[in-house]
């Protein structure tokens, strides 16, 4: 406790000659401290929160999803599949095509 109040009284006396190089060098030396306090504090908090988060998700991996009595309804038929495939490989096609026809591009430093 004792080291606390003299801190305190070092400060309170620096900050009231702050004109003085000596004390200004005291006020920017807790101005510092108190910097890596407030990130080292955030740091340890993020990394308690990631923590907090990571261990929910582990322990929820091998929880029973909650399942309808119903049957899902489709999303995607196969016709619907085969159409969007057909789709992707054309746009290769073209893409390849007009990669393959590229002019070529001169030199500009001969």
């Keep these: 406790m004792n080291f606390i109040t003299e801190t305190v009284r070092r400060t309170r006396d620096a900050y009231a000659t702050r004109s003085d ?29 990631g923590m907090y988060v990571f261990w ?8 029973t999803a909650k399942t309808s009595s119903t049957a899902p309804s489709t999303v995607l038929s196969r016709a619907d599949l085969n159409a969007t495939l057909n789709a992707i490989l054309v746009r290769q096609a073209s893409y390849d095509a007009a990669r393959s026809g590229l002019p070529p591009v001169a030199d500009p430093s001969r």
């Design 56 to 63: 929910s998700v582990v322990n929820t991996l091998g929880a």
């Design 21 to 49: 190089p000596e004390n200004l060098y005291i006020l920017a030396n807790a101005y510092w401290r108190s910097l890596l306090m407030v990130a080292v504090t955030g740091l340890v908090c993020s990394i308690l929160f």
